[in-house]
Each structure stands twice: as C-alpha cells, then as structure tokens.
C-alpha cells in the first residue's frame, strides 16, 4: 500500500467536502471505488453501514475503514489523518478570524448559497446506495418508512438499526429463497 497516495486522496476529500461526512460519501465513491479501484461499490455500501453504526465522526470512521482495509493499521492512521487535517485547518483558521466577519452580509450569502448544494450532496450518495442496496418498488416502503419514524416520530436511528439488523436476520432466515443444492457425483 502507498500510504502517500491514500493520505493525499483522503487529504482532498476532507478538503473538499462541505457539509459533513455524508456529503464526502460521492467524493469517497469517485476515488476510492471508481478512480483507484481500491474497494468495491458493495464493499462501500457496507463499510457506510458499519460507519453509521460506530460511535465517532462518520468521515474519521469511513476512512479508517477503507485504510485498515488497504493497509492495516498504518494505512488507517494515514487515512484518518488525511480526512481529519483539512476540517482541522480550516476550522482553525476560521476560528482565528471569525470575528472579523461574522457579520458580513458577503459571508452570509456564501453560506446561504451552500446549504442547498449540501442537501443535494447527500442526497445524491442516497440514490446511488439505493441502487447498490437492490431497493425496488417493492422494498422502497423499508427506508422511508425507517426515515419517518427517525424524522416525524423521534425514534432513536439506534433503535432502527437493531430491528433492520433484527428483521434482516430472519428474513435470510426464514423468507429468502436459498440456492439450490448442487449434486457433484453427475
């Protein structure tokens, strides 16, 4: 593993993300899946998933996924810190000057432009992990039902998580068809 070509490819997708980590989620399938080749569209369906699910920051989480994936735990350590140093920067820098313009009708323009371009950076990766998840007309009913419940009824996303995981379970159990035997002696 080139520890190098992974910072600097989790470098500019740190610096080039507004919005948070699920704002990085198209960036990080361009170079990592597309560009570089380094995991699969599945494999980044999943590792999202597992991200989602542990506690920390989803950017941090992400790339220390794909990082150990790559190159165990220093590929994780160079990832991370390729994801993390940019918002660091930035936010520092911000932090040294806010006060200078905080109230600049400019600055508030920009970050009004921003957040509907935010919206459709999220939702974009949304319709491109649907399609990798198989979600047909049939199926639609399960993510936005699970999007209602978290956003109109408060219920806890951990709660959502556990009874996906629940429901997955025995559905592989119980209802999905299995693959037919294969007799070897013909």
């Given at each position: ?52 699910s542990c506690p920390g920051v989803f950017a941090a989480n992400i790339s220390i996924f794909i990082g150990y994936k790559r190159g165990g735990i ?88 556990i009874a996906a995981a629940i429901g997955g379970f025995l559905y592989g159990k119980f209802i999905s068809p299995t693959e037919p035997e294969t007799?070897?002696?013909?």
């Amino acid at each position: 593993m080139n520890y190098w070509e992974s910072f600097k490819t989790f470098f500019k997708i740190g610096l080039f993300t507004l919005g948070g980590g699920y704002a990085m989620i198209p960036i990080i399938e361009n170079e990592v899946t597309e560009k570089h080749k380094w995991i699969s569209k599945e494999e980044l369906l999943d590792l999202i998933a597992v991200a989602q699910s542990c506690p920390g920051v989803f950017a941090a989480n992400i790339s220390i996924f794909i990082g150990y994936k790559r190159g165990g735990i220093p590929g994780a350590i160079f990832t991370c810190l390729g994801t993390c140093l940019p918002s660091f920067l930035i936010i520092l820098l911000i932090a040294m000057f806010f006060r200078n313009f905080q109230d600049n009708p400019i600055v508030a323009s920009i970050f009004a432009g921003i957040r509907p371009a935010v919206v459709a950076l999220i939702a974009a990766p949304a319709f491109s992990m649907a399609k990798s998840a198989k979600i047909t007309w049939t199926n639609c009913w399960i993510p936005i039902a699970c999007a209602l419940a978290i956003w109109a009824m408060g219920v806890s996303p951990i709660y959502v998580i556990i009874a996906a995981a629940i429901g997955g379970f025995l559905y592989g159990k119980f209802i999905s068809p299995t693959e037919p035997e294969t007799d070897n002696n013909k």
